[in-house]
């Protein structure tokens, strides 16, 4: 079935830096785009960044770009969030999405999420 | 960016009520509109896409109408499994933004 695996989530200081991981299953990872969206505890949810089938294009929302870099790997179907200068406010549940760019931008498989905690 | 103004933020409603949450488009997203629902501790669920079309699997009661800025979804029969936090989301610009989202609880 398909599956989406996130993992590399942390407790760590602001200023600090994060890589998270998302491990694809099921499907024909090279058909899609995969996208990363965060929900902070008690909040909504955010978009944050996908990144297109063939790695060429990527997008970023405003308050990450610069800071976060996504990237995939076809070979190990799996997509990455670097994530840099983290702040307080970057404290969330991560979730990788199956999903994204402007034809089919809908995220129909999710990941179980993992957890980011920015703290001093 | 494009703001997605949804409400109500939350509502209360019977089992067996007709339950309607409106999205709210900063500009004309054209039918570039989703919807999601999330239970406490899940990730969230794709209900409807391209704002009328239903997702496999997903109950008849659960539809999506509108187009340019304004976007419906309705539930026809509110069910006790309805419980849980809608979202609207917009896809036809970058950066891709969600409406603030809506707690559906029963009366």
């Known amino acids: 079935q398909v599956q989406l695996v996130e993992s590399g989530g942390d407790l760590v200081r602001p200023g600090g830096s994060l890589r998270l991981s998302c491990v694809a299953s099921?499907?024909?990872?090279?058909?899609?785009?995969i996208t990363w969206i965060r929900q902070a505890p008690g909040k909504g949810l955010e978009w944050l960044s996908d990144?297109?089938?063939?790695?060429?294009?990527?997008h970023y929302e405003d308050s990450v770009k610069g800071r976060f870099s996504i990237s995939r790997d076809n070979a190990k179907k799996s997509v990455y969030l670097q994530m840099n200068s983290l702040r307080v406010e970057d404290t969330a549940v991560y979730y990788c999405?199956?999903?994204?760019?402007?034809?089919?931008?809908?995220?129909?498989?999710w990941g179980q999420g993992t957890l980011v905690t920015v703290s001093s | 960016d494009i703001h997605m103004t949804q409400y109500p933020s939350s509502l209360s409603a019977a089992i067996g009520d007709r339950v309607t949450i409106t999205c709210q488009a900063s500009?004309?997203?054209?039918?570039?509109i989703n919807w999601y629902q999330q239970k406490p501790g899940k990730a969230p669920e794709v209900l409807i896409s391209?704002?009328?079309k239903s997702q496999i699997g997903v109950p008849s009661r659960f539809w999506g109408g509108g187009s340019g800025t304004h976007f419906t979804l309705t539930i026809s029969s509110l069910q006790s499994e309805d419980i849980a936090t809608y979202y609207c989301?917009?896809?036809?610009?970058?950066?891709?933004?969600f409406g603030q989202g809506t707690k559906v609880e029963i009366k």
């Open positions: 500009q004309d997203t054209g039918n570039s």
């Open positions: 989301q917009q896809f036809d610009t970058y950066p891709f933004t």
């Open positions: 391209d704002a009328t």
């Open positions: 999405a199956r999903g994204g760019g402007i034809t089919r931008g809908y995220f129909d498989a």
């Open positions: 990144i297109s089938r063939t790695t060429t294009t990527t």
């Open positions: 099921g499907f024909t990872f090279t058909d899609f785009y």
